[in-house]
C-alpha cells in the first residue's frame, strides 16, 4: 500500500510533471536514491503509469471544440461497438467515452473553424451507425484541467 | 503555428504517448540527429502546441473507483456571478475538470470519488451547495479512450 511519502511524492509530480529527480528531492527532502526507489516501485506496481505530452490543440489552429452527447439505439445488439468502431475513424475525434447515465457516448471534436465543423459533423458523425439521439455542447473556455487526483 | 510537417507530427505523436522519450531515442525512431530533434520538441513547447505533460495514474489502484461527469445548468434567477461559481467549484478538490460549454449545461465537470456513496457526500456537500447550481445531471464514467486527432 501507499505510505505519505509515496502520497507526497504523487503530488508533487502530479502539479508538476516534467520536473527532474533531484529537484523533486529537494522539494520532499529526500535523497536522490530513496526517492529513485519509490519512483521505481510505484512504476512497478502499476500505479505510476507513464507521462503524456498534452496537445494544445488551439495553438495548431484547431479554435472550436464540441462535446457530442450520443444516445444510441440500444435495441442493436452491437451499437456501441458499431458507433465507436466508426468514431474511430474520423481523425477529428480526440475523445471517445462511454456512460452509465442518460447519455450512452460522448465524443470530443475538434475542427479549425464552424464551417470545418459542419462539414465533419455532415459527412462524418451524422453517417456513425445505430445514433439515436445527438446534443452538442459548444466548448466555451477551460476553466480548471489538472486532471490530478485528490492524493 | 500550423505549420507542421511529417516530422512534428510524430514527434507530437510519440510524446503524447510518453512524454519521457528523450531527443536522442525520439531522433533514432525518426532519422533525425538529437540536436535536430531536440530544436523540434523545443520549438513546439515555446509555440504552445505541446501545452504541459500529464501524469497517468492508476485511478483504480490509488482508490478512486468512480468517474462521474456532471452537467451543470447555472439558477436563472437571482443573478449568479460566473467569476463566484468558478471560483468555488474549482476549489474542490475532488473536481478535476470545469469547462464553461454552451447548450443545455453551462458547466461541464469531471468529477472523481472513491466509490458511488463517496460520489453521494461530494455531490451534495460540496456540488449541491455552491452559489447558483441550478439543473444538475450525472452521468457516471465506463470507459474512456483518447485518440490522436488530426495527428494520426
Redesign the interface.
Known amino acids: 500500500m ?1 505510505d505519505n511519502l509515496d502520497r507526497r511524492i ?1 503530488r508533487n ?2 502539479s508538476d ?2 520536473q527532474s529527480i533531484p529537484d523533486l528531492g529537494d522539494r520532499l527532502g529526500v535523497s536522490n536514491s530513496r526517492l529513485t526507489r519509490r519512483l521505481d516501485k510505484l512504476r512497478e ?13 488551439r ?4 479554435a472550436v471544440e464540441v ?1 457530442l452527447r450520443v444516445t444510441l439505439d440500444k435495441t442493436q445488439t452491437r451499437a456501441f461497438d458499431d458507433f ?1 468502431e466508426a468514431a ?1 475513424g474520423i ?13 450512452d457516448v ?1 465524443l470530443s471534436v ?1 475542427a479549425r473553424d464552424m464551417a470545418h465543423y459542419q462539414q465533419i459533423y455532415r459527412a462524418g458523425i451524422l453517417t456513425l451507425p445505430h445514433i439515436a439521439d445527438i ?17 | ?2 505549420d ?1 510537417d511529417e516530422f512534428d507530427q510524430k514527434l ?1 505523436l510519440a ?6 522519450l528523450s531527443a536522442g531515442a525520439l531522433g533514432r525512431q525518426l532519422g533525425l540527429s538529437q540536436p535536430a530533434t531536440w530544436r523540434r520538441i523545443k520549438r513546439l513547447q515555446d ?13 483504480e ?2 482508490g ?1 473507483g468512480v468517474t462521474v ?1 456532471l ?1 451543470i445548468k447555472l439558477a436563472t434567477r437571482g443573478r449568479v456571478s460566473l467569476d463566484d461559481f ?1 471560483r468555488a ?2 476549489a474542490i ?13 453551462d ?2 465537470l ?1 468529477v ?1 470519488a472513491r466509490d458511488i456513496a463517496d460520489f453521494e457526500r461530494v455531490l451534495r456537500r460540496r456540488v449541491m451547495t455552491l452559489p447558483g447550481v441550478g439543473d444538475v ?11 490522436p ?4
Not at chain 1, 135 to 151: T, W
Not at chain 2, 93 to 105: D, S
Not at chain 2, 137 to 147: D, G, I, K, Q, T
Not at chain 2, 149 to 152: I, K, T
Open positions: 501507499l504523487l509530480l502530479q510533471p516534467a506496481t502499476g500505479v505510476l503509469r507513464g507521462q503524456q505530452a498534452v496537445i494544445n490543440w495553438a495548431l489552429g484547431y462535446s465507436i474511430r481523425p477529428e475525434v480526440i475523445e471517445i467515452q462511454t456512460f452509465l447515465g442518460r447519455v460522448r475538434i446534443e452538442a455542447l459548444m466548448h466555451v473556455a477551460r476553466i480548471k484541467s489538472d486532471e490530478g487526483l485528490p492524493l | 503555428m500550423n507542421l507530437l510524446l503524447t504517448q510518453d512524454a519521457n509555440s504552445g502546441v505541446i501545452a504541459g505533460r500529464r501524469l497517468d495514474l492508476d485511478r489502484k490509488l478512486f461527469f452537467g468558478e467549484v474549482s478538490p475532488e473536481v478535476q475538470t470545469v469547462e464553461h460549454v454552451l447548450g443545455m449545461y458547466y461541464r469531471r472523481t445531471e450525472a452521468n457516471v464514467l465506463l470507459s474512456e479512450e483518447r485518440r486527432g488530426p495527428l494520426g
